[in-house]
Nanobody
Framework: QVHLVESGGGLVQAGGSLRLSCAAS????????MGWFRQAPGKEREFVAA????????YYADSVKGRFTISRDNAKNTVRLQMNSLKPEDTAVYYC?????????????????????WGQGTQVTVSS
């Protein structure tokens, strides 16, 4: 079982940057594909970005492409989300998640139902 803890959220002005981190424990981190999702009030949880176990493959939602960067450090059991040029519509609780199946196959997924473990989330608020 993998335990995930997000950090790095906060309040930032539009156009600013934040870097989210997700620390994993309790499992073999390098065997999992990792993803970031977000959920705004009154909305469904949506995909943000994903990265394969090796870091060689990444994928982004169109809404964040070119502004957000996902990365991982398997030696430190950490996945990060660098968020630049933030917009008010990026305001949400951000969650990291671990996908065991696609991790073993070298793939990634956009579907939240494919992920096995979730963190508790970190709030990101972007003011206009």
């Amino acid at each position: 079982q993998v335990h995930l803890v997000e950090s790095g959220g906060g309040l930032v002005q539009a156009g600013g940057s934040l870097r989210l981190s997700c620390a994993a424990s309790g499992g073999t981190f390098s065997s999992y594909a990792m993803g970031w999702f977000r959920q705004a009030p009154g909305k469904e949880r949506e995909f943000v970005a994903a990265i394969s176990w090796s870091g060689s493959t990444t994928y982004y939602a169109d809404s964040v492409k070119g502004r957000f960067t996902i990365s991982r450090d398997n030696a430190k059991n950490t996945v990060r989300l660098q968020m630049n040029s933030l917009k008010p519509e990026d305001t949400a609780v951000y969650y990291c998640a671990a996908d065991r199946l696609r991790g073993s196959r070298g793939g990634i997924s956009q579907k939240n139902t494919d992920y096995d473990y979730w963190g508790q989330g970190t709030q990101v608020t972007v003011s206009s």
